[in-house]
Every structure is written in structure tokens, then in C-alpha cells.
């Protein structure tokens, strides 16, 4: 199975901060017809998770323009231009190229 | 609106079975796959079955193969995950998740907590 590897696994952030989170891939995510099926997710505090962006950098339906995505390959970024406090929880990274689907171990976005 | 709602979740003794049900409704349940998604207590994702629109195409976690079956009624707009020879590692809050076009795991419901323990 792929293994996506997202670093750091906690962040301490102030509002309004711009925080990045890291996710490796063991393999490469291009697919033979040039797509990348690299997806991130967020579950806020005692809540079931939400989708933030997918093929690595589309904002989901009704996500702030804070959010962005990128990367290619192997190396992939979410970005928070202006932390809120509503950002606050865990964010998954989640790859659908290779089955089965896999998600990161989680990236723990806390206020400092 | 789409909605998610799972049930069926509890405490279960190690080997005994477990049947979970998700209803949807806020969009046509029938045209979309569906998953099973689960999350052990302080732990990240761990997909657990996927089902095509039709049923079509079936597939499971080599956590759970061959102890758990995905199904679904779409004249019921439910989704079922059959668990047998429960395990203390099954314990964990079971998500239902809806594809959508491009999109795994696209809409969640709340989730089912299912406690495997003598």
C-alpha cells in the first residue's frame, strides 16, 4: 500500500498566521493518464471529516480561498494563508491513485 | 443537503457479528459508490470497503476481507456493512462516505461507534 507521510505532525499556530503541511508519498501519484489523485481533508474537534481540496489543488464546494493546494509526484503542500480558529483539528492528506486508498497520520493544527 | 446518518453501532463481544446501516438522502443515492470508512479511538483514517453505484464492483481492506460485506438498497437509499468474527481491533467510530465524480469520500455522515470487547 502507499504510504503518505505528512509532516509536521503537530502545528502551533497564531490567528493569522500562514502555516504549510507536508505530505509525502512512497510512490508517485501521477497515473498513467497524467492524473493525480491527491486529496485533503479536515476534521474539526469532535467532528466526522470534511473535504478541503482535491486533485491536489481544487477547493471543495463552499472552502475558503485561505486554503490552496499543490505539488506533483511525490511532494504535496496544503497551505493556510490567515489561520481562523475555525481551522483548528486535524487535516488528513488521502491519495486515490494507487488501491487501496490510503490517508496520512494527520497533521494537528493547535493555537499557540 | 446531503445527509449520512449510520446506525447499528455497539458493544460487542470478540467473534459475535454486527450489521451497520447508513441511510442517505439530499441526493440520487443510486448514481454514486459508497465506503466505509473507519476511525479507531485517537487514531487517523482507515478505509474499510467500497461499493460502485450498481454493486458492481466490490472492494475491502485486507484488514476485513472475508469477515465483512459491504451492500446497498438503492430502493432504500441505504448502505449496510455486515460484520462477522469481530476483533478488539475493529473497535472504532465507522463513517459512511459518498463518492462523488473525481471526488472519494466526498460527503460524511456523523458516524457509528462499534466497541468490540468481552
Known sequence: ?112 | EVQLVESGGGLVQPGRSLKLSCVASGFTFSNYGMNWIRQAPGKGLEWVAYISSGSSYIYYAETVKGRFTISRDNAKNTLYLQMTSLRSEDTALYYCASDYPGIPFAYWGQGTLVTVSS
Open chain 1, 1 to 112: 500500500d502507499v504510504v503518505l507521510t505528512q509532516t509536521p505532525s503537530t502545528l502551533s499556530a497564531t490567528i493569522g498566521q500562514s502555516v504549510s503541511i507536508s505530505c509525502r508519498s512512497s510512490q508517485s501519484l501521477l497515473d498513467s493518464a497524467g492524473n493525480t489523485y491527491l486529496y485533503w481533508y479536515l476534521q474539526r474537534p469532535g467532528q466526522s471529516p470534511q473535504l478541503l481540496i482535491y486533485l491536489v489543488s481544487n477547493l471543495g464546494s463552499g472552502v475558503p480561498n485561505r486554503f490552496s493546494g499543490s505539488g506533483s509526484g511525490t511532494d504535496f503542500t496544503l497551505k493556510i494563508s490567515g489561520v481562523e480558529a475555525e481551522d483548528l483539528g486535524v487535516y488528513y492528506c488521502m491519495q486515490a491513485t494507487h488501491a487501496p486508498n490510503t490517508f496520512g497520520a494527520g497533521t494537528k493544527l493547535e493555537l499557540k
